[in-house]
């Protein structure tokens, strides 16, 4: 009768640690990006809710790797965290890729890191040791 009968929206839902590990990062002077394939509005939406101000919507999966190689190009460090298919050429391309546990398993074969849980707050508990070896290297070739 043309009338609206129903509705339905499908959504992920935001990892409940998510906005504390983006906060984390940042106190820690990491900036986050996200590169996703959702749209435009979902992806801002998503983004305002954990703390990230540089988004990067409707990023086709052959193209996410391209985005890592543009921000290494400009200097950056890049560590990619994915879990999925799709993420996999980034997490290979990233200087770190970090594959969340649940993740699929070309995902976890191309990163350097896998994380045993889905927890993204290991996410900051990996980089703390990795800084700390890297000062200690640092600290070495002072006295060698």
């Known amino acids: 009768d043309g ?46 809710q954990v703390g990230i101000t540089e988004v990067f919507a409707e990023v086709l999966p052959s193209l996410k790797s391209k985005k890592v190689q543009e921000l290494r190009g400009k200097g950056h460090i890049v560590a990619m965290i994915g879990d999925g298919i799709n993420d996999s050429p980034a997490l290979a391309e990233a200087d770190v890729g970090v594959a969340i546990g649940a993740g699929t398993d070309i995902a976890i074969e191309a990163a350097n890191i896998g994380l045993v849980r889905s927890d993204l707050r290991h996410v900051v508990t990996a980089i703390h040791p990795s800084q700390k070896t890297f000062q200690r290297i640092r600290l070495n070739y002072r006295w060698a």
């Open 3 to 48: 009338h609206l009968q129903g509705f339905l929206a499908i959504s992920d839902s935001i990892k409940p640690e998510a906005k504390a590990t983006v906060r984390a990062l940042r106190n820690m002077g990491i900036a986050s990006y996200m590169v996703t394939g959702d749209n435009k509005r979902t992806a801002k939406a998503v983004a305002s």
